[in-house]
């Protein structure tokens, strides 16, 4: 990603021309040869004044003497001879004894002003800072700073120069003095002297969990609600999506929101995981406090569940609150609602359980009527098919003059009807009935 003010990484702490590292190296170097111009002039202004050296005879005769010096230009090594002999060299001891004064007393000066807890730390950052030597590095991984047991990381205590290491998956806002000074993301970064880490944030989805949450609905109930899970993450940027160059697509705004809208304690500044669980657990209470407790456990249509009501709403409502800290909220599981008070609760099962029952009897009552509704409806069939049987026996009968000659004729015929439907039946049962096996 490219940083706002168009500071290059330094991949694999590689300096290039345009990167601030760069220059700094610069300066590093123009600071070495600054020092041992002025160490070498003291040489020369001392010998030439107080000493007599003869620099060229000597030269000559160690280029005549000795076949490597003949290689080397007579007029360098008249030189070198000149600066190097010990009676000229002992004039380097006070500019060198000065500059170590001052390197020692630079270095305690850091070490009290940053209350660092030894002397060699203080003093590496001095010579990094002046010379550009041994530039501490810091990694930066699973959102924080990866800091061994026990270690003194320079960069965490005081800030550049030095090498900060983002691993994928973090984004890094650093700060100079008075105001912000670039993101980074995947990348080495070079940070300038007293450049610090802002904030560091995990660009990967947040998992947020709330152990136990106490309050009151709308009618005095004290409830509590547990294992509340909710999952959030940076808010994503528009303008690009998730792809393998760019598998972080963040808003670099939405970050900046981030570091500056969390608010600070006595500790410092409170986590983005913390806060984000402060605003969800505001959002929640605000929710139950404004409903009753039917409302919230009571069940009711199934178009309309509690549960789901609860969860939209909560979510909806903590996504407004978390979008000045740069944040949106992904889902929210409600967890478990219980009502504290046993008397309480107690009343609402009896409650429920009446309205169940009373749902119940009215249900069985039904089935019961339905049931004898069918009951009078197969008798009232029965009879339509008897009075209909006998009609038929009556057309089928032979008439006699004799009334009572015609219903002894209609009675044997019923008789014999009903005989041959027994003999139907029974015949029916034993072919149907398994065969009986024979014992032996």
């Avoid at 099962?349 to 339905?370: C, D, L, M, V």
């Amino acid at each position: 990603m490219n940083n706002n003010n168009g500071r290059s990484s330094l991949l694999n702490f590689g300096l290039k021309l345009s990167s601030p590292g760069y220059s700094y190296q610069l300066q590093a170097i123009a600071r070495w040869l600054l020092l041992i111009t002025i160490i070498i002039a003291f040489s020369f202004i001392g010998g030439g004044n107080f000493e007599d050296v003869d620099a060229a005879t000597i030269a000559a005769t160690m280029k005549a003497e000795n076949p490597f010096f003949r290689q080397i230009p007579l007029s360098f090594l008249t030189m070198m001879v000149y600066i190097f002999h010990p009676v000229n060299a002992r004039y380097m001891l006070p500019p060198i004894a000065a500059f170590a004064c001052v390197m020692i007393a630079g270095a305690l000066y850091v070490q009290d002003l940053y209350a660092l807890p030894a002397f060699r730390n203080s003093l590496r950052y001095v010579i990094a800072s002046l010379f550009g030597l041994r530039y501490p590095v810091l990694t930066i991984d699973d959102g924080e700073k990866k800091l061994k047991k026990g270690e003194t990381n320079l960069i965490d205590s005081i800030g550049g120069p030095g090498f900060v290491l983002i691993q994928p998956g973090n984004a890094v806002l650093f700060r100079l003095l008075r105001h912000p000074s670039l993101v980074g993301i995947t990348e080495s970064v070079f940070l300038e002297p007293f450049e610090t880490i802002g904030s560091i944030v995990n660009l990967d989805d947040q998992h947020g969990h709330i152990d136990e949450l106490v309050t009151m609905t709308r009618d005095g109930i004290k409830v509590r609600l547990m294992d509340i899970n909710f999952r959030f993450r940076i808010i994503t940027s528009q303008e690009s999506q998730r792809s393998l160059h760019s598998p972080y697509p963040f808003s670099p705004d939405a970050f900046r929101r981030l570091s500056t809208g969390l608010p600070v304690d006595e500790d410092g500044q409170v986590s983005w995981n913390t806060y984000t669980s402060m605003l969800v657990k505001s959002a929640i209470i605000d929710y139950v406090n404004e409903h009753d407790i039917d409302f919230l456990t009571a069940p009711r249509a199934s178009e309309q569940d509690p549960r789901r009501d609860f969860r939209d709403k909560v979510l909806e409502e903590s996504n407004r609150r978390v979008q000045d800290t740069g944040t949106e909220m992904l889902w929210i599981d409600s967890g478990h609602f219980d009502i504290m008070d046993p008397d309480v609760a107690a009343e609402r099962i009896n409650y429920w359980a009446a309205e169940w029952a009373g749902h119940a009897e009215e249900n069985r009552a039904y089935s019961e009527a339905k049931r004898q509704a069918y009951q009078e409806l197969g008798r009232a069939e029965a009879q339509a098919e008897l009075i209909m049987g006998i009609s038929s026996a009556l057309s089928d009968m032979p008439r006699s003059k004799s009334p009572n000659q015609n219903i002894r004729n209609l009675l044997l015929l019923r008789t014999a009807q009903i005989l041959d439907a027994m003999k139907d039946s029974r015949t029916g049962d034993v072919t149907n009935r398994p065969a009986r096996r024979d014992k032996k």
